[in-house]
């Protein structure tokens, strides 16, 4: 890596371009070479475990690129929205790393390759955007001489400006060389921007590949060429992909030449909004510097992570948010900011992003509440947690270490929900570090957890299944919105390992045909089931499944004869378990805009699930709903039953579909056209889904139960049609158990059972009386028992088959008796011991203390107890140590009198 060249060139005055502005260009420019524009997919990654999160503009489109799925077009470009947090200790510090970045992106799926990338990436950024010839300069990997030679030769740019970076002797790492373990690689080349003199770091060798900011790079075309097989060995592909990649933010710090992305027009906007609330003046004060920054990056992250669906907890995704606003929030402090805060600077990330990505405008409510909502619990917290943190920082310093323990450190986690990241940078501040393999270990069961739930992949991220080797260009055409049988032809057999050209009976397998009628489980709603045969064999279907490229995999068992790959079968869906579905289905479009307009506009669905059985529904809200809260959703839904609205089903561009006001789930991947789903003018919604044809189908509605299944998500069961009758006959059925069990009808229970508490009541009062007479009995006169100590007097003494309840009657009858000072009671009860100590105000006010006088004697039993200094009691399992117990008492009294 020895770049030779020396710079330089002309600099004019270049147009300003704002960010939006730039992200519109570059999209319409390769949609004007043959690319189909998609919209950014969700930072949720869909059919990949191996990522958390986005993290590249290429990311979602992996399938495309492996060949696993077919691609809607050989040509493709976007604008993804990315987020990285592995360098994140250092966002705010610097003023180039963010968590949160848009990658823009054209790509070829075997269509064309180094010539076209290299000759539209010079055209956009010369000819659209006017940048300078000879401030541009492209590097290459060091072998490429077919990119060296379409530079040179074909684009005009002179040798000498071309840098050649090759391999790194030692390690074999190149950065112009893409791989990533085992599979598609290739080099790449790189375009860099002079961006003048200022912003180098004065050697007059200065040049590319320096560590300054003069030189930018703003450009990577990444020539997918090569099978590696992660050991060194590369074959050529006969499908040549191109991976390009230029993140918006910096080609923005180019254009409008500012200093660093947070100078950009967007990003801009965001730090004015933190100063202001904060009342600091950027770039005064270096610290203050360092938390602009960073909350001017975090709450963009958050902002859209949320819009997509993420929700703050305390794993996976959910932690990466948390720690992110809470970072935001601690710095918000740092600067003095008083309150909640976090929401007025989403609302400038909303303003300013809305244009390319419109979901933040319309999840606007949504949003703002989550955040809120994160930075009031954090607020709660975090005052008492960085008190003890400044505790533990003293102890650290009387014992002159440096090096806070991991149990510290997660009870900071685990009890105030400081991320660990969070207390190592207060730490570092003050020059203390963290025991991170004692956390680590504190964490255990929660990192157990992850890894039980962690999956083997395959090279794309998805589950390595038998499924992998069927050939991407098959696919499977639903028919099933209007039709349940259907004569198609058998494309793919498979058992559980393997693809096979049979299954015969006993065969446990997967079938996948030309049309099916079965609906694939999909958007919540559970596949269907039924049967597929052929004069000679059938199929039992147990469940139905999406695969890739648009393929339907119908799982089951052959139950007699077989069916062979290639024949024609018939597929059957039960009819019956289809219509409850769909019942249950289109009730939970009901149900979502009934509790949109019961509870607000915030409510978004989390998660769905609906059978033959049940409908589940999870969605955003932020606290229990109430018994009427409840009622009135309940009623509006069975309203809209009986209205009898009818459903009908639209199929138009995304684009339209929003402008109709139809709902969109959160993260979901949409293709160019989407199934809207209208029930009269209540409910509209994006949806693939099966349904009723008319609401009066569903019959009635029933909510069974609502509950908290996350932090902010909700979720309700709910029940239809004769789902529904079958319900309230159950409950008929137990009503009338219950009448006759109380020798009553059950239009008199109530009132029975009204008559038998009462009756109960005075039973239990009477029995109350009885125990404590014959616990005074069984007793005796013990004032003779009553020692002094200290001047304090003692009565510590045992009595048999007393309960807890009945000690403590005693206890404060005996206490009476005594006048001042301490009562200590022991008893056997059922095999079990009962310990009660009890102390009047003047001998608390001598020493003694209840509390600490039963945790001195329970181990006497082989118990544990403890309580306040006026009262207390334990439990123990050895009734033989009782009078070592009441022995003891008169020993731990003394310890405490002064």
């Known amino acids: 890596m020895c770049p030779n060249t020396v710079f330089g060139g002309s600099l004019k005055v270049k147009k300003f371009y704002g960010e939006n502005e730039l992200r519109r260009m570059y999209l319409d420019f390769f949609e004007s070479k043959g690319h189909l524009k998609m919209n950014s997919f969700s930072l949720v990654p869909h059919n990949d475990n191996s990522l958390l999160l986005i993290n590249a ?297 809305k244009d390319g990505y419109p979901e933040l ?24 947690g960085l008190a003890i943190l400044d505790e533990m920082e003293k102890k650290m310093q009387e014992k002159g270490q440096k090096v806070l323990s991991g149990d510290d450190a997660f009870k900071l986690y685990d009890t105030y929900g400081f991320p660990m990241d969070l207390t190592q940078e207060i730490l570092e501040e003050k020059g203390f570090t963290i025991d991170e393999e004692g ?60 693809l096979v050209e049979a299954l015969s009976e006993g065969e446990v397998g997967t079938i996948i045909v030309e ?48 069916i062979q790959n290639g024949e024609e079968v018939e597929l059957v869906v039960d009819a019956a378990l289809r219509a409850k579905t769909c019942k249950n289905h289109s009730a939970t479009h009901l149900l979502q805009k009934a509790l949109r307009e019961v509870l607000g506009t915030h409510v978004e669905q989390a998660g769905s699930y609906q059978d033959a059985d049940r409908t589940r529904f999870d969605f955003s809200h932020f606290q229990a709903m109430t018994p009427e ?14 209205d009898a609205l009818p459903v009908v089903t639209e199929v138009m561009s995304v684009e339209d ?31 693939g889904g099966t349904h009723v044809k008319n609401t009066a189908e ?37 009503l009338e158990k219950a009448a006759k069990a109380a020798k009553a009808t059950p239009a008199t229970l109530v009132e029975k059972i009204e008559h038998m508490m009462t009756e109960i009541k005075s039973l239990n009062s009477e029995l109350e009386s009885l125990k404590s007479k014959a616990a005074k009995e069984a007793l005796g006169d013990v004032m003779d028992q009553v020692v002094d100590v200290k001047g304090v007097k003692l009565l510590a003494t045992s009595v048999q088959g007393v309960d807890m309840n009945g000690l403590r009657d005693l206890g404060d009858q005996l206490k009476g008796k005594l006048g001042e000072g301490v009562v200590v009671l022991a008893s056997e009860s059922d095999g079990k011991v009962n310990l009660v100590a009890m102390a009047t105000e003047e001998a608390m006010k001598s020493g003694a ?15 544990g107890g403890g309580g306040r200094p006026n009262m207390a009691q334990a439990g123990g399992k050895n009734p033989a140590g009782i009078p070592d117990a009441i022995a003891e008492a008169k020993t731990a009294l003394e310890s405490q009198v002064k």
């Open 629 to 642: 809260e409840i009622a009135k959703v309940e009623q509006i839904v069975n309203e809209k039953i009986a």
């Open 57 to 353: 503009g290429m990311a979602p489109l992996k399938p495309y690129f492996t060949g696993q799925e077919i691609p809607p077009r050989r040509r493709v470009t976007t604008c993804q929205k990315c987020i990285r947090t592995g360098d994140i200790e250092n966002v705010g510090k610097t003023a180039r790393h963010l968590t949160f970045f848009e990658m823009l992106g054209n790509f070829s799926f075997g269509d064309y390759f180094k010539h076209e990338a290299i000759a539209w990436s010079w055209e956009f950024l010369t000819k659209v955007l006017g940048l300078e010839e000879d401030r541009l300069y492209p590097s290459i990997y060091g072998e490429d001489d077919e990119a060296f030679d379409i530079w040179t030769k074909e684009v005009g740019v002179a040798p000498e400006r071309i840098t050649r970076f090759y391999r790194d002797p030692e390690t074999g790492e190149c950065d112009n060389f893409w791989e990533h373990g085992a599979g598609p690689c290739g080099p790449c080349s790189e375009i860099y921007y002079d961006r003048g003199e200022k912003y180098g770091c004065g050697s007059p060798d200065c040049k590319v590949g320096c560590d300054c900011d003069r030189f930018m790079e703003v450009w990577n075309n990444v020539f997918t060429q090569f099978e590696g097989d992660g050991k060194g060995g590369y074959t050529e592909l006969a499908q040549k992909n191109i991976d390009t990649g230029m993140g918006l933010e910096r080609l923005a710090v180019v254009m409008q030449d500012v200093d660093s992305v947070f100078d950009i027009d967007t990003m801009k906007a965001i730090r004015d909004k933190v100063c202001e609330i904060s009342g600091k003046t950027y770039q005064t004060d270096a610290m203050d510097d360092v938390s602009i920054r960073l909350i001017t990056d975090h709450i963009r992250s958050s902002t859209f992570m949320v819009s997509d669906g993420i929700m703050p907890s305390n794993e996976g995704r959910g932690y990466v948010l948390r720690r992110i606003i809470r970072r935001a929030a601690r710095h918000g402090k740092m600067l003095g900011i008083q309150g909640n805060f976090l929401d007025k600077i989403a609302m400038v990330v909303i303003n300013e992003s």
């Open 515 to 562: 049309k099916t009628p079965f609906y694939a489980t999909m958007g919540g709603q559970q596949g269907d089931k039924g049967v597929i045969r052929t004069a000679n064999g059938e199929f039992k279907v147990e469940d139905t499944i999406k695969l890739l490229g648009g393929k339907v995999g119908h799982i089951g068992k052959m139950v007699s004869g077989m």
């Open 698 to 734: 569903i019959t009635t509605f029933k909510i069974i139960s609502e509950s908290g299944v996350a932090a902010g998500v909700r979720r309700i069961e709910a029940i239809t049609g004769e789902n529904v009758f079958a319900y309230y006959k159950n409950m008929e059925d137990e």
């Open 657 to 687: 579909a929003k402008k109709t006001g139809a709902m969109a789930l959160f993260g979901e991947k949409y293709g160019e056209k989407v199934r809207v789903v209208s029930m009269g003018d209540f409910s509209k919604e994006f949806c």
């Open 849 to 863: 203390h209840a509390g600490n006088l039963i945790k001195a004697i329970a181990g006497k039993v082989g118990g």
């Open 361 to 384: 405008e319309e999840k606007k409510d949504f949003i703002l509440k989550v955040l809120t909502q994160e930075e009031e619990k954090f607020a709660k917290t975090i005052d008492q």
């Open 439 to 498: 956390f680590q270990k504190a964490m255990d069961v929660q990192r157990e957890t992850a890894r039980k739930n962690r999956k083997t992949t395959n090279y794309i991220g998805a589950d390595a299944t038998v499924y992998d080797e069927i050939d991407p260009a098959i696919t499977s055409e639903f028919v099933g919105y209007d039709n349940l049988s259907v004569t198609s032809k058998v494309s793919v057999l498979t058992t559980e390992t393997e």
